[in-house]
């Protein structure tokens, strides 16, 4: 087996290979097959795991348990497409892969045996890497070890090669040029995705501290605040709270006299991140009544909260992993309209409220991915504040992003 280092290459000796990529943390691995001039044909060749498969390739998910992984059957690609290449980037909202070391291990994919391994040397801020890439030379399939980071995400990769990206997480224009490949790594620009822009109010109570030894926020102290990125789970003195919450999310017209309509809505997600259900305005029970909305608030005046989703936890299906709460505008104002954007969960039972978030900064943009609810292995549910403005006018235009950030 061959220890490849940036730039180096191998022939292949097998048609059918796949590419592992695994690190001490999870990661999100894709396959982008391109033409002679360095492009996809269409969005159809940007394989992740919301979109499988494709000629010739494959995206196989290794369940958390073991590394995802690209399969490229070389014999199988459609005449034109002459590189693939193979991108990871870390499955937390913002995290880089500083000291973190992914490593990419190319198989035979029928017999598994290893041809080839690659570690890219000084990550520093990058959160996305095209790793290796697939390619064609007079006729022959060769790999090559690439180690090229962005630190503008996946959704930077997707632009360069010619992915749209209008209906993702917004993300500095293609013209943000990745950085080099290592070696020598010079650091990349800043991380965008994690800039906090500015100051989180202060809470009108206290954010509870991290629980010792977890560093995860719990409710054992109360009522918690949380800023941006940040996650506290729904357990309070070491036992699951009542099963039953509600999500109120609310927001006031950043004008006087102006009303805004936005509507807010639920998406449900499999342990693929595959698309289940939403719930919106116009539908407002799914997933057999465990999920159901208020309705739709117009103009978002009037104190408290403008529209509420509740959630029974309990009796949501098996197969429910994921939910991502989502406000859009409908009618194309921006949140720049806007003022005083939050989200909070409550204990539908005694209407306490156990978790608050309230949106600190504002973009041009027609969507927000408020918080989402992530279903833990324990059976436990943790809360995420998100904050994450998209360009889409309704919950439909928030599916594939609000999976990307699952």
Same mark, same amino acid.
């Given at each position: 087996?061959? +220890? ?44 992740? !795991? ?28 459609? $005449? ?6 193979? =991108? ?30 690659? =570690? ?14 697939? !390619? ?34 917004? /993300?500095?224009? +293609? ?35 991290? +629980? ?129 954007? !939050? ?16 949106? =600190?900064? /504002? ?7 408020? /918080? ?12 995420? +504040? ?18 990307? $950030?699952?």
């Amino acid at each position: 087996m061959t +220890a490849m280092t940036p730039g180096s290459n191998i022939p292949l000796t097998a048609t059918r290979v796949a590419v592992d990529v695994a690190a001490p943390v999870r990661l999100d691995v894709s396959g982008l097959l391109l033409g002679a001039n360095g492009k996809v044909r269409s969005d159809d060749d940007f394989i992740f !795991y919301n979109q499988p498969a494709g000629p010739g390739v494959t995206y196989r998910s290794g369940g958390g348990t073991a590394p995802d992984a690209i399969l490229v059957d070389t014999g199988a690609l459609p $005449a034109g497409v002459e590189r693939i290449v193979v =991108t990871a980037s870390p499955d937390a909202a913002g995290q880089t892969f500083q000291g973190i070391e992914p490593t990419a291990t190319i198989r035979n994919a029928d017999d598994g045996s290893p041809l080839a391994t690659f =570690t890219p040397p000084s990550l520093t801020t990058e959160t996305a890497l095209v790793v290796v890439e697939i !390619y064609l030379r007079n006729g022959a399939w060769k790999a090559r070890a690439v180690g090229q980071g962005y630190a503008n995400g996946l959704a930077g990769i997707a632009t360069d090669f010619g992915v749209s990206v209008d209906e993702e997480p917004s /993300a500095p224009p +293609a013209a943000a040029q990745a950085a080099p490949p290592a070696p020598p790594a010079p650091p990349a620009p800043p991380v965008a995705p994690v800039d906090p822009r500015v100051a989180p109010p202060a809470p009108a109570t206290p954010p509870a501290a991290p +629980a010792p030894g977890t560093g995860k926020i719990n409710l054992d102290k109360g009522r918690v605040s949380l800023q941006k990125n940040q996650t506290v789970s729904l357990v309070k003195g070491g036992r699951p709270l009542l099963s039953q919450v509600k999500m109120g999310l609310g927001w006031e017209p950043a004008y006087r006299g102006k009303d805004i309509d936005l509507d807010a809505s639920v998406i449900a997600y499999g342990p693929q991140r595959n698309h289940l259900d939403s719930c919106y305005f116009g539908k407002l029970t799914i997933l057999n009544g465990s999920v159901k909305h208020s309705g739709d608030n117009l103009t978002g005046e009037g104190a408290g909260d403008d529209e509420v989703i509740t959630v029974d936890l309990g009796r949501l299906p098996a197969e429910v992993s994921g939910l991502v709460f989502t406000v859009n505008s409908f009618s194309g104002q921006k949140f720049t309209e806007v003022a005083k954007a !939050y989200c909070r969960l409550l204990d539908a039972a005694t209407g306490e409220e156990l978790v608050r978030f309230d949106l =600190t900064t /504002a973009e041009p943009q027609t969507g927000v991915m408020m /918080a989402k609810l992530i279903r833990q292995f324990s059976g436990e549910w943790e809360m995420t +504040a998100m904050g994450e403005f998209v360009k889409s006018r309704t919950v439909r235009g928030m599916v594939k992003p609000a999976a990307q $950030a699952l």
